[in-house]
């Protein structure tokens, strides 16, 4: 399919300034989604990001700073925060640690992720948030 049709994009953002475009592809999955999270930059050059579990994570929605130097990829167990100058990438796990069966499968318990809050870019190559129920907030510096 993808080489016929191209990559199923399945949700994408342009930064602020217009230069890039963050986006996400789900590849061909007998169990999916099957999350996979780039970024392309003016020329068209495509960088990829991270990928997410299959069948298990999922991304939600991408957050760009206001200065167009951070995207949050925002998936149901991570925030994926990704600096398009230097390919620093950092990630805050929210949950969804896997517990193994005797058999070798895995289950995932969905409830017990945490709920990122308040995420903020309060100055150009930083990245704040909440996790409610947690007292304070987290930065994140690049650069």
């Not at 960088?47 to 167009?68: K, M, Q």
């Not at 995420?119 to 909440?130: A, C, K, M, Q």
């Amino acid at each position: 399919r993808e080489m016929l049709l191209g990559p199923n994009v399945v949700q994408s953002s342009r930064s602020p300034d217009g230069a890039r475009l963050a986006y996400v592809v789900d590849k061909p999955s007998i169990d999916g989604p099957n999350h996979h999270l780039y970024m392309e930059d003016a020329a068209g050059v495509s960088t990829f990001v991270a990928n997410l579990p299959e069948d298990v994570d999922y991304n939600r929605e991408i957050i760009w700073s206001p200065h167009s130097d951070i995207v949050v990829f925002c998936t149901h167990f991570k925030l994926i925060a990704y600096c398009p100058a230097s390919g620093e990438t950092q990630e805050v796990v929210l949950g969804g640690e896997r517990h193994y069966r005797k058999n070798g499968t895995f289950w995932v318990d969905y409830g017990n992720v945490l709920k990122a809050t308040d995420l903020e870019f309060p100055d150009s190559g930083v990245f704040s948030y909440r996790l409610e129920g947690v007292e304070g907030s987290f930065t994140l510096t690049f650069g």
